[in-house]
Each structure stands twice: as C-alpha cells, then as structure tokens.
Nanobody
C-alpha cells in the first residue's frame, strides 16, 4: 500500500507564509502528477496547484503569484509554498498523487489533509 504524510499546516496571520509538504512512500514504482487541493467549510474541494513529472505547473487563479508548487522526485515529495496568505485561503489542504505500482497499474491517492487557518 501507499502512505502520504502531509505536514506544515497551522495558524498564521494575514500576509504570512506557510510551507506544506506531502511525502509518499510504499509500493510506488513511479509518480506522475502531484497536486494540492483544498476544501473550505461548506464548499467543494478545489484544485490549488498541480505539477507534472516534468515539472510543468498549473495554479488556480486565486493563488497565482502567491503560491508555488514544487516537487523532489528523489524524495517522492511535493511542496506548496504559500505566501501573502489571505483569510479566504483558510481550508483543509489535501495532496493528491498519481502513481504506478510495480505491476504497471496506475492509481491516484489522497493525503489525510492538513488544516490551514489564516486569521485577520
């Protein structure tokens, strides 16, 4: 099986920064796309940022210029650097990893989520 360990969430004031990490381990042959999603209370889960194995990135319009996604393929880890945080960034943040096992089958797997709270 696969494990995703997220870390880096917490409480921060408006304008502050946080860095989220998501480390994947287990029966993983290759990791393809990695991404961060978030879900605020009463709202649907939405894509925040994604990164391909070739490190092409895409961002939600609401975070462009403030958030940066990156990955370390040697560590099977994806990061989300969040700067200039706003109260509307408050949500539970989830990482998503698309990977293949040693049999060649491809799967997607969610992290457990980490709370980010931005206080005004």
């Amino acid at each position: 099986q696969v494990q995703l360990v997220e870390s880096g969430g917490g409480l921060v004031q408006v304008g502050g920064s946080l860095r989220l990490s998501c480390a994947a381990s287990g029966r993983i042959a290759s990791i393809y796309n990695m991404g961060w999603y978030r879900q605020a209370p009463g709202k649907q889960r939405e894509l925040v940022a994604g990164i391909t194995r070739g490190e092409s990135t895409n961002y939600a319009d609401s975070v462009k210029g403030r958030f940066t996604i990156s990955r370390d393929n040697a560590k099977n880890t994806v990061y989300l650097q969040m700067n200039s945080l706003k109260p509307e960034d408050t949500a539970v943040y989830y990482c998503l990893v698309v990977y293949s096992d040693y049999g060649g089958a491809r799967y997607s797997y969610w992290g457990q989520g980490t709370q980010v709270t931005v206080s005004s």
